[in-house]
T-cell receptor
Framework: DSGVTQTPKHLITATGQRVTLRCSPR?????VYWYQQSLDQGLQFLIQYYNGEERAKGNILERFSAQQFPDLHSELNLSSLELGDSALYFC?????????????FGPGTRLTVL | DQQVKQNSPSLSVQEGRISILNCDYT??????FLWYKKYPAEGPTFLIS?????DKNEDGRFTVFLNKSAKHLSLHIVPSQPGDSAVYFC???????????FGKGTRLSVIA
């Protein structure tokens, strides 16, 4: 158990819909990262937050947005969903603050868009 | 453009033998490298890392080797155990708390 929690575990929805994925980082971690893993692909970095502020952006679509709240949990919002958005979405956390440290991953949310 | 490449999608090794997983990178600004292990239905878990100032880091049965001139790193597992069967991801980052760039992973099967 990494200490990072993600809800829901599975999500099935239809094209055009909007969903919200939630992540709670490990206690004490200030950085939260979101990754997408599509079939036969590695983990693609989407976005990073540090203590409530956006720190880095990767290949995140404009239809996707995220935020980190004062209690440090984070939400990833996916809208106007397409079939190709079906993937595993992972959240990771780290202590952050400019130190080089490893990231701890949650169990992921499997999104299926029908 | 893939900055971190794991060219072997799968690897099969007998129990007790050495497993060698390879990873190549293209970005010379990467200075910290990590290996993650992933079991089905779980998130990746950190295994071992190496800074670019070193060429080897060892932790029990796991050793990571870094060849900066060749932009190549490898993970050695010896002896391999059936519980090591998983997907192994190589990842790299630049300095500071920058996002990780992952390879596509190598599925290791350790056969008893």
């Amino acid at each position: 158990d990494s200490g990072v929690t993600q809800t829901p575990k599975h999500l099935i929805t239809a094209t055009g819909q909007r969903v919200t994925l939630r992540c709670s980082p490990r206690s004490g971690d200030l950085s939260v990262y979101w990754y997408q893993q599509s079939l036969d692909q590695g983990l693609q970095f989407l976005i990073q937050y540090y203590n409530g502020e956006e720190r880095a952006k990767g290949n995140i679509l404009e239809r996707f947005s995220a935020q980190q709240f004062p209690d440090l949990h984070s939400e990833l919002n996916l809208s106007s969903l397409e079939l190709g958005d079906s993937a595993l979405y992972f959240c990771a956390s780290s202590v952050g603050g400019g130190r080089v440290d490893e990231q701890f991953f949650g169990p992921g949310t499997r999104l299926t868009v029908l | 453009d893939q900055q971190v490449k794991q060219n072997s999608p799968s690897l099969s090794v007998q129990e007790g033998r050495i497993s060698i997983l390879n990873c190549d990178y293209t970005n010379s600004m990467f200075d910290y490298f990590l290996w993650y292990k992933k079991y089905p239905a779980e998130g990746p878990t950190f295994l071992i890392s190496i800074s670019s100032i070193k060429d080897k880091n060892e932790d029990g049965r796991f050793t990571v080797f870094l060849n900066k001139s060749a932009k190549h790193l490898s993970l050695h597992i010896v002896p391999s155990q059936p519980g090591d069967s998983a997907v192994y991801f190589c990842a790299a980052r630049g300095s500071g708390n920058t996002p990780l760039v992952f390879g596509k992973g190598t599925r290791l099967s350790v056969i008893a």
